[in-house]
Structure formats: C-alpha cells, structure tokens
C-alpha cells in the first residue's frame, strides 16, 4: 500500500471515530449534571458509603465537588477520541477533493474538531488535579470546562453535518407553510421556439448545478457535466429523459417547492421560470448535448477547444509513478477521468525533470500543486499539451515573468496561484491573452496595484488577488514578507525570522487563499 492510499484510508476512518467523543463528552457532563442535581436533592447527613460526602473542605456547593468517577472515565476516553476524530479529519480534507463551495465550511469544522479535542484534553487534566487536590476551584474550572466541549461538539457536529446534507438541513424543516406550498411554474416560450443547448442550457447547468455534481464534486453520485455523466450505460439512472419532460427527475427535482427536502438546487436561489422552461423544452427537443458541451464555436479572444482524449492505461501508470515519487496523485471521483497531483509536500527536492513523471495526464490533469518546489520558467514548458489544467499552484517558487508566456499555451487555465513569485507588471500583463484565466493571485511579489488594474482593464474577466484589502492611506507592502513582518504580531515575525510561515489559525486560514490576515495587517 502507498502512503497515498494510506492517508487516504486514514482519513476515512474520520466518520467512524468522530461517533465516539460526541458520545462520550456529552455523556461525561449529563453525568455531572444528573449527580449535582441528585446532591443538590439530599439536604441529609452525608452518606457515609460515598467518599465525596467525607471530606469535610468540600462546599456544598455541587460545583466545587469533586468529579465523578464515572464521568472522568468517559472525559479520558472521549479526549482521545476526540484527538484522533481530529486528525484523520485532518487528513481526510488534505486529501480527498472538495468542491470550492465547501472550503470555508470544511476550514470551520476542522478548527473547531481540533478545539472541542483540545477542551476534552483539559478537562481531562484538570478533572485529575480536582480528584487529587480535592480543591473546588478546579472541580469549577473543570466542570465549565466540560460544558465548553460538549457545547463545542454541537457546533463542530453541525459543520460536519453541513458538508454532507448542506447548510439549511438542520432548519429547512421550519420553512413557512406558503413557502411550503410554492410551486414554480415555467415561463411560456414563444411557438415554434427552439433551444440551443450550448448558448442557452450549458451555462444554467455549469452555474446552478456543475458546483455540486461535476468533476470535484457528485453528490448522490450525480454528474452533470457531460453527455456521457447523464446518458450513461445504465439508462435506468438517467435524470433527463429525452423527449419527456414530466418524466425527467431533473426537471422535477427543480420545481418542487423550496421547502421539500429533494429541492434543487440545494441551499440556493431557486431557478428562474425562464431557466426552467428552457430546460424543459430542451428536454421535449430530445436533450440534444454536444459531445463537448461547451461552445462549439471560438468566441472572440479564444481559441477553440481541442478534442481531448484519455488512455486510462498511461493515467493509471502516470499515477502509479506519481505516487512512487512521493506525490499525491488520485482521480478527483473514484468514477471519473479528471486527475489532481501535487508535488507539494516533496518540497525543494522536487525539480523541473519531476514533471516528466506527469506524462499521460495530457487529457485527464485539472489540477496541479507545484508550491514550494524548485521548478523554473523553463520547466512550464513541460506543461504544454495539458488541455484540461484549469488550476495551478506555483506559490513560493522561483517562477518568473518568463514562464507566464509558456502557461499561455494551457487553454482551460482558470486558477493561477503566483503567491510569493518573481513576477512582475510585465508578467502579469502577458496574462491577458490567457483564454479562461478568470483569477490570479499575486500577494508578495512585484506586482503593483497599478499593473493589476491595468490587466483588469484590458480583461475585465481576470480578476487579480493582491491580498487583504488596506485602508486607502496605506501603502500596500511589495516585495518580500519581511516588509510585512514589521507591522503584524509577535507571532508572525517569529515565524518569519526562522524562514517559516506562521501558524496562527487566522494565518493559515489567510494564507490557504493567498490572502494575508487582516487582522494581523491592522494590528
């Protein structure tokens, strides 16, 4: 077994483990709760069988008693539990693909399951000072304590829950009775009017559906984003029916009230009447797809899209070298073609000959993470003839202005991750010819807020990431990190000074989007 697979296995023990400390934290404290209630009851002689009614320095209060015996055993299990629920956690965001929309929420849940373990672990320690020193300021502090990390399992629970059944599971339930009863009703299109799939249904699918059932993302195991996803071998899972509207589940799926639990799309603005009545005569048309399914002619400023093919016997070796180097390289869905490798945690040893071990993804490679290795300008051009790469990381490498012109060749390049980079405004202008850049980011380099707004001017669909916004009086800090250590917290000049990044929770949050914290920048 590769450490891919490994890590992979591991951080899918995360919702078998994650049971446990809910379990256990929120039993600990109803313990604590049924026993001080219990006491609080008794107003007689102390029971001479129970030790905790002898010491006489114990306050009747049932705070300051000390713990019971029986719920410490639960804190001590659940602490580890907790622990370990973190980390495969952990390990299971940095592994498997996650859809954008799931960023900010996955960030939270994985913050807030490392707090709760980390509350379990004190109350632990402190539930063990209280039963040795029988003193009732820890038998206090450990019991708020407690209360603090079963409270937190709920909240950390509830994010967990959010990346599976969406943010509006746990209240959709309470939606008004109107809202309920809403039923939307299609827009009549002209007689005799036609649809074309590409100009017209393409873009409503790609917007409102592709997010959460396409290539990073299938929920239900659902895909929409290709003829082949929806009209698949198995005709009995096809949710659109051609030529049959009224037995299309996506069409139903897309007109129910907002309030019932199938609705589509989930946690979001309902279809317009005209979105849907052009589904559903694309549908009554006989949900004609191009093959490619996106336009078939260039519009102006691009290039048409190359037919791309995939030889699932070089994508699996390609992997298999991958993996052997030490990269992580998978497929973003067990099911699907589109494959994610990152060189990332390889570090410096990693160098312009490493892209080699990438041949055979030509068709198949959508994302590449190349942060913080050796590779140079003259290596990008080993990445011409990856048709399908639309997002890649070069953060905190040596690549200049002079690759940008060999990246220019990647015709679905839509992320461009240059944090931390030689480039310059005369790099950052080259990217205006790039087809589908749609967003680069430039925190720590050369580049100024007067050649990004340059770029944007010349293309509008660009949007270029400087870094956290700063009051209009400040001069925004250009060139090396170091400029920017002088004037946050102690804790990132520390980090600074010993040439690593800070790991403040607010830094690493930042840092994940190319961002700086600003509240570090407005300390």
């Known amino acids: 077994m590769t450490m891919d697979l490994l890590f992979r296995f591991l951080g899918r023990l995360h919702p078998l483990v994650v049971h446990f400390p809910i379990a256990l934290l929120i039993s600990a404290l109803a313990i604590e709760m049924a026993v001080a209630s219990w006491r609080g009851l008794r107003r007689s002689e102390p029971d001479p069988r129970d030790p905790d009614e002898q010491s006489p320095d114990v306050a009747r209060d049932a705070a300051s008693r000390p713990p019971v015996r029986a719920a410490v055993v639960c804190v001590l299990i659940g602490a580890v539990s907790a622990g370990a629920a973190a980390w495969f956690g952990w390990i299971n965001a940095a592994v498997e693909p996650h859809g954008a929309s799931a960023a900010e929420t996955i960030e939270i849940h994985r913050w807030t399951g490392v707090a709760t373990a980390g509350l379990a672990a004190l109350a632990l320690v402190v539930a063990v000072a209280a039963s040795a020193t029988r003193l009732g300021v820890f038998a206090r502090v450990y019991r708020f304590v407690l209360l603090m990390a079963a409270l ?73 984003d290709s003829p082949g996803r929806v009209f698949g071998a198995d005709e009995s899972r096809w949710v659109v029916r051609p030529g049959d509207p009224e037995a299309s589940e996506l069409l139903r799926r897309i007109t129910l009230p907002p309030g019932d639990e199938e609705f589509m799309p989930k946690e979001r603005e309902p279809l317009s009447s005209e979105q849907i009545g052009l589904i559903r005569l694309w549908i009554a048309e006989g949900a004609h797809w191009p093959a490619a399914g996106v336009p078939t002619e260039p519009t102006a400023g691009e290039t048409a899209s190359p037919v791309i093919t995939v030889d699932a016997v070089a994508v699996e070796a390609a992997i298999a070298r991958l993996r052997g180097r030490g990269a992580h390289a998978a497929r973003i869905a067990a099911d699907a073609p589109e494959v994610e490798v990152s060189f990332a945690q390889l570090g410096a040893g990693v160098t312009d000959d490493d892209l080699a071990l990438l041949r055979g993804l030509e068709g198949s490679l959508v994302w590449l993470n190349l942060a913080g290795t050796s590779v140079t300008d003259a290596g990008m051009s080993r990445l011409e003839g990856f048709a399908r790469l639309g997002r890649l990381q070069l953060q905190r490498t040596g690549v200049g202005d002079g690759a940008l012109e060999r990246l220019a060749r990647l015709p679905r390049l839509e992320t461009l991750n240059l944090y931390g980079t030689p480039v310059t405004d005369a790099g950052l202008a080259r990217l205006r010819s790039f ?66 990044e800070c790991d403040h929770p607010c830094c690493v949050a930042a840092r994940a989007v190319a961002r700086v914290c600003s509240d570090c920048l407005s300390d």
Not at 443 to 461: Q, S
């Open 435 to 500: 087809p589908a850049l749609r967003r680069v980011y430039v925190w720590d380099t050369a580049v100024t807020r007067e050649g990004a707004r340059a770029l944007t001017g010349e293309n509008p669909a660009i949007e270029v990431v400087l870094g956290a916004e700063l009051p209009a009086d400040v001069e925004w800090p250009v060139g090396t990190a170091t400029a920017v250590a002088e004037r946050v917290p102690a804790c990132c000049a520390a980090a600074t000074a010993q040439g690593q």
């Open 152 to 224: 937190l399992v709920g909240v950390t629970g509830h994010f967990g829950a959010s990346l599976v059944y969406g943010p509006t599971y746990l209240t959709e339930i309470f939606g008004s009775e109107e809202e309920s009863g809403e039923v939307f009703v299609a827009a009549p299109l002209p007689p005799g009017a036609t649809v074309d799939f590409v100009s017209q249904v393409w873009p409503i699918l790609e917007e409102r559906c592709v997010e959460c059932h396409g290539p990073t993302r299938a929920r239900g195991r659902l895909r929409l």
